[in-house]
Structures are given as C-alpha cells and as structure tokens.
C-alpha cells in the first residue's frame, strides 16, 4: 500500500510524481487532478530527500491558485527547518525578487510600483492629440500596451505584430505605437528613477537575473526545483524569466492543456507547452486522462466539442476518460427567443434547488458580461439569490450607471419629439452607443452593455405601448433597484472566461447562437474560431452532472428568427428533431400536474366551456415543467401568451405555488 504523497493515486498520476528530477511535463485535461498531482510531486520530491522545501519554487498565474497550492503542500507537511515551498504568482514572484535585487545592480535610482497605467496612458494620450476623455480609448492602448510588452515587444516591433496577430486596435497601429513610446518615456525621470509597471516587474527582473552573473548564480543556489502551473497560459516575457531562473540547468515541471487556451489576446501562447519535448528531448512526458470531476455523459460530449477543432493544438489533444457514475444526459434546448430561453433556465434552476442542489453548487455561464442582465432580472423576480462573478450587477457597471444618469436628466425635461427608443438611442450615443459596432475590446464592451440597455427599453415599450420618455425612465430606474443584493452563497452568474478553473454540480451554457459562440468578431481566422471553441471546451467541463445547454432564434419583442444555433452544436445534438429540441427533457412536477388538471376542470365548469379550451393538456404539462412563479415567466410558456395570462395567469400561478408550498 502506498503511504504519504503516493497515496490515493492513478497510475499516470504516479508516473508524474515518481519522475526523476529534471525536465517533467503533464499534459493535465479538465477534472484530472492536476494541482493534486503537481503538489504531491513537490511533496515526494522533498520526501525522498531530492530537495528541500525552501528550494522550491512553484508559480501559477492568480492568487487563488497559488492559495490553493500552498493549502495544498501545508497539508502534505512539506516543510522543513529552512522554511516551506514558495508558491507565487509569476507577478507576486519577480516583486520579491526585484526589491531584493535591484539596489545592487541600479545603484541609488529608485522605482515605484504602478498599479495602474489608466492616468499615465491617459495623459501621453492627449500629448498625442488624441481624446483622452474617452476613457474607452484609453483603456484600449492600456491593453495594447500591455499585449506589446507580455509579447515582449518594443513600440518599433508593435506595428507589424499587431497587424500579423489581427489585433482589434483602438487607433491605427502606428498612432499605437507613438503612444506606447510616450508611455515609456514617460516613465523614466530625469534623475533616472522609474515607474515601473506588472509588465516591468518580469521584464526587469528578468534583465538584472541575466545581466549580473553572480546575482543570477545566488539566485540558482537559493532555488534549484521550479514548477510551473497553467503552463499553456504563459507570455514570452514570463518564459524569459523562467529561463533565467532555470539558467543552465533543467530540474523543471510544467502542468497544461493546450486546449484550455483561451488568453491569447492577453499575449498567453501554448507553444512552450506545445515545444517542451522539442526543448528537452529527454523529457518525461505524461498524459492525464482520467477524469474524476465529470459525468461519463458530460465527458463525452467534451471528448466531442474539441474532437471538432482543427490545427496545431488540436493534434495534441487529450481524451478524457470519465471515472465517476453514469448521470443524466446533457439537455440541448432550442427557444424561439431570448426571453423564452432565460424563463426555461430559471424554471430548471428553481427544479435543481428544489431536488436539493445547493445554489453553490449551480453556474449560468455566458459569452459576454451583457448577457448577464435577463438572468439577474429572473432571478431577482423569482426570488433567488445570485452572485455575478469577476463583475458588478449589471446596473451597477460604470457605463450604465452614466447612462442611467443621463436618461435621467433628460425624463426632467420637455419630451424628446421623437419615439422613445429612438430618444434613448439618441441620447446614449453620447456615453458610447454607437450607430455600429466600434474597435477596441474595452469600447466593445461598453457598446454591448448599452445595446442591452436599450434592448430592456424596447421590452418595456412593448409592454407600456402608451408609455412616454418620461415613463419608461422611472421603470428603468424601477428595474434597476429592485433586484437582490448580491450575495456570496446563491447561484452564480459567469462569463465562460471568468469560470476557468472553477466547477459545478450543474452548469447552464446559455446564448449558444453564431454571434454569440462564436462571438462576432470571431468569424476572420481560424485562430480566433479555434479559440472559442477551446472556450465553449471550457465551459463544458465546468459541469460535474447536469450540463443544459441553451439557444434563441431572436432576440424577442416580435423580431422574426435571424438566429442560428452556434456551429460549435454541429454534430453534438441528439437525433430527434429541432421541434422535440424546443421541449426541455424533463418530467412535469406531479403534484403541480395534477393539481392544474384538476383546477382546469373545475375552471371549465365554471365558464361553461371544454377543459381544452381553458388551456390543452399540452401546455399544462408545460406549465408544469417550467414552473412559472411571476406572470412574466408564465406568459413566456410557449402558447400561454398574455392573453390567456391576463385572463387566468394569477389562478394558475396560485395553484402552481400551493402545490409547490402548501
């Protein structure tokens, strides 16, 4: 039997711990226990006395994983009289060493962390006759520059990539680049001190470990082991700092899955993932397969979504193997519109949370932070608590609360002579609605939140036909303060990219519609094609058991279908047809089923008039699927419609509730 860091593991997982010291890598796929694998190899290594904890220098790309790690190896015990294991983000690791460095290589000149480039940026970008106050600009060169310098490029160089790599620039790539040659300057004072940026903290340290022998041999006698996580995720600047700490030698571990890359645009490659044995031939190399988080179901159809992609990361993928139980099938759901899709998701979340699911343990995931506006609105009205991750509820964002702000000054005026979408349209292109879509991933995003904005607006004139400017402002505003606090135990909200690392019991994949997975401006290269789909990979294997995977044909309000379902569907789907897609595979609650065919009788007795005429058979077996809890959800039940919810919508919610909770 094997005791201590041996215990409990498979066989590659072994094979990974048991590696002699030197190059390793583990090709590690979503749910095999890689951070269980890297640590009790950092574990086993110390055991048997190939090193000791304090040479150990293990780094991943957040805070949290490194927290999780350093759990990790305290519960394994592996300290030791000179101290424990240092796990660190690359960031918080180049910090610690540069304060230590630096006075003896720059002498007197001092430096200062800057934890933001906005102000910097913003002021070399008026110097450049550029609009500072457009903050979305200049976020845009923030990131530009940040993309230019994780690549390890200078403003000369800047041009030509950007142009190689599709860039979507906020201004010509030669203005870009003028601005990121102030942004520099700017930096250095006369007397030689410096501002120095996260992106310097690696290319600084990374310049003093190499320009100083003796500074790098000190630091190759104080760390000798290095493991790095999330090896796909990694920038060239962050491989150059790798190299110089590694130096000559090659006692280095790296953990990856070339198909979770999604950070590309941040300047992350998988090519050193990818050309790890090419660099050391005498690599040991293991594949962990076996996948301990997800359903056999749920597995397979992750096995199936990147069996589809093409390219050079797709010729090293790896095939999960489902370890735990058989569970329910994946549901796929086709709706006729937005509002249809997001009534079916809450009635399915409300069925999981009956059954005993804890909200924690239930994830909504979306392609942009836009979308997450229709699910805290349904959430809200049907009295579930939610959390929105890596972002702020949806009035709560910046560039809603301006316009908010603006739409409410204008409702204390005289009405605009105009229709009232058309007034709010007019009067959020002041605050970045734009007649098309702008360039610039932070100006994107802006216009994607007040698009929604006014696509709300539209909802509420179709609802309130007679309503005037000022009218449709305080409902609005009316919105905008009803929903729950955000809490940190509900269900959680989440775009695909802020659920990387994460898992659930159950998963909802929402708003699967080509402009959406893929996104819009993913259509040019097969790159940024192959990219969502490693996302629309990621967000698959969040799931542990239940996986519901949601589309609309429109947006709503009448529009007629443009939509069609994402490509990355193609050839998941099961075999019935698009029709029998549109029912969610679930059964009726029994007591709501009997109780509403009960009240349609009694119901139809009343008026006089056939029970099938009150509702079909069909839609209370609808009804009684979904379980509505406001009128809004119930009018959305395919075939109620508001008439019918006008007439008899408050009787049917009652028996709905008493069955539920009587």
């Not at 990790?72 to 230590?100: E, I, K, M, N, W």
């Not at 099938?329 to 069925?351: G, H, L």
Request: aromatic share 6%.
């Amino acid at each position: 039997m094997r005791t201590g860091a041996l215990a409990g593991l498979d066989p590659e997982q072994l094979a990974a711990v048991t590696a002699p010291r030197g190059p390793v890598c583990v090709l590690a796929g979503a749910g095999t226990g890689k951070t269980r694998t890297i640590t009790r190899r950092i574990a086993h290594l110390i055991e048997s006395g190939q090193v000791n904890p304090s040479q150990v220098l293990a780094v991943t790309f957040t805070a949290r994983a490194a927290a999780e790690m350093r759990e990790r190896l305290a519960g394994l015990g592996v300290s030791g009289p000179d101290g424990a294991v240092v796990a660190q983000t690359f960031h918080a690791a180049a910090l610690r060493q540069l304060r230590y460095f630096w006075p003896r290589v720059m002498g007197s000149s001092r430096w200062e962390l800057l934890d933001n480039k906005f102000r910097l940026v913003a002021r070399v970008t008026r110097d450049a006759g550029l609009d500072s106050a457009d903050r979305d600009l200049v976020r845009d060169l923030a990131s530009e520059i940040e993309w230019a310098k994780s690549s390890n490029l200078g403003p000369a160089d800047y041009p030509a990539a950007a142009e190689a790599g599709h860039r979507d620039l906020p201004s010509d790539a030669r203005t870009v680049a003028a601005v990121f040659a102030a942004y520099e300057d700017a930096k250095v004072s006369p007397d030689g001190d410096r501002l120095l940026d996260f992106e310097d903290l690696i290319i600084y340290t990374t310049m003093i470990l190499q320009a100083e022998p003796s500074i790098g041999e000190e630091f190759r006698t104080r760390y000798r082991s290095f493991v790095v996580d999330e090896y796909q995720d990694v920038t060239p600047i962050q491989q150059n700092l790798l190299d110089a700490w590694l130096g000559e030698r090659d006692d280095l571990t790296v953990v990856g899955d070339a198909n979770q890359t999604i950070y590309s645009f941040t300047g992350a490659t998988p090519d050193y993932l990818l050309d790890f044995t090419r660099r050391f031939p005498e690599a040991t190399l293991v594949r962990l397969q076996r996948d301990y988080r997800s359903t056999p179901e749920v597995v397979d159809l992750a096995n199936r979504v990147i069996g589809n992609a093409v390219g050079r990361i797709a010729g090293t993928r790896l095939r999960l193997v489902g370890q735990r139980e058989p569970g329910p099938e994946p549901v796929f759901v086709e709706n006729e519109d937005a509002e249809s899709e997001v009534v079916r998701v809450v009635a399915e979340c409300k069925r999981l949370l009956r059954a005993g699911t804890a909200p924690t343990e239930i994830a909504i995931l979306y392609r942009v932070n836009a979308q997450s506006q229709q699910y805290e609105e349904a959430l809200s009205q049907a009295g579930i608590d939610y959390q929105v991750r890596g972002d702020q509820g949806f009035f709560a964002r910046p560039e809603i609360a301006a316009a908010m702000r603006r739409l409410a000054g204008l409702a204390e005026g005289p009405p605009p002579p105009m229709g009232v979408v058309d007034a709010v349209r007019r009067a959020l292109s002041a605050v970045g609605l734009t007649e098309t879509e702008p360039a610039g991933a932070n100006a994107k995003a802006r216009w994607q939140q007040l698009l929604r904005l006014v696509e709300i607006v539209e909802g509420i004139v179709a609802e309130r036909p007679s309503a005037d400017f000022a009218e449709v402002v305080k409902q609005l505003d009316i919105r905008s303060k009803s929903k729950h606090a955000l809490v940190v135990d509900g269900i959680t909200l989440s775009s695909m990219h802020a659920a990387k690392g994460l898992e659930w019991d159950a998963v909802f994949l929402t708003g699967l519609h080509e402009g959406s997975v893929p996104l819009g401006r993913a259509t040019g290269t097969r790159e940024e094609i192959e990219e969502e789909r490693r996302l629309f990979y990621v967000g698959v294997t969040r799931a542990r058991e239940h996986l519901h995977l949601s589309w609309s044909l429109s947006r709503g309000d009448g529009r007629r279908a443009t939509r069609k379902r994402s490509q990355f569907l193609d050839g998941l789907l099961p075999t019935p047809s698009v029709s029998e897609l549109q029912e969610p595979r679930q059964e009726p609650d029994r007591n709501v089923l009997k109780a509403l065919t009960a009240w349609r009788a009694e119901y139809a007795e009343r008026q006089d008039i056939a029970p099938v005429n009150v509702m079909s058979t069909m839609m209370v077996r609808r009804i009684a699927t979904e379980l509505p809890s406001t009128l809004t959800e119930l009018a959305a039940v395919r075939g109620f419609g508001a008439e019918r919810t006008d007439a008899i919508g408050a009787e049917v919610l009652s028996v709905v509730d008493d069955s539920l909770f009587g």
